[in-house]
């Protein structure tokens, strides 16, 4: 079993930071792509950011220049560094991995979210 793991949302003022943190445990063999997404009220889940196995990023078009994502592939971890917050990027913020249990067995994961709010 895999268990992701969110930390560091809360609540701050426009134009402010947040450095999400994502902790990946249980019986792992390598961990592949690593992304956040995010949820806002009355909307779909969306993608913010992906860092793929080997360290290139992809940003959606409305964080690119204020958010980094990251990882620390000795511990499992990925970070979404949120920089000049709005308050359009209030929602649940998830982290999702695709984890290799074997050499032979991949699944994707998801965390269980963690509340970002940016006040106006």
């Known amino acids: 079993q895999v268990q992701l793991v969110e930390s560091g949302g809360g609540l701050v003022q426009a134009g402010g930071s947040l450095r999400l943190s994502c902790v990946a445990s249980?019986?792992?063999?390598?961990?592949?792509?690593m992304g956040w997404y995010r949820q806002a009220p009355g909307k779909q889940r969306e993608l913010v950011a992906t860092?793929?196995?080997?360290?290139?990023?992809y940003y959606a078009d409305s964080v690119k220049g204020r958010f980094t994502i990251s990882r620390d592939n000795a511990g499992n971890m990925v970070y979404l560094q949120m920089n000049s917050l709005k308050p359009e990027d209030t929602g649940v913020y998830y982290c999702?991995?695709?984890?290799?249990?074997?050499?032979?067995?991949?699944?994707?994961?998801w965390g269980q979210g963690t509340q970002v709010t940016v006040s106006s």
């Open positions: 249980g019986s792992i063999f390598s961990i592949n792509t």
């Open positions: 999702n991995g695709d984890v290799s249990t074997t050499s032979w067995r991949t699944d994707n994961y």
């Open positions: 860092i793929f196995s080997r360290g290139s990023t």
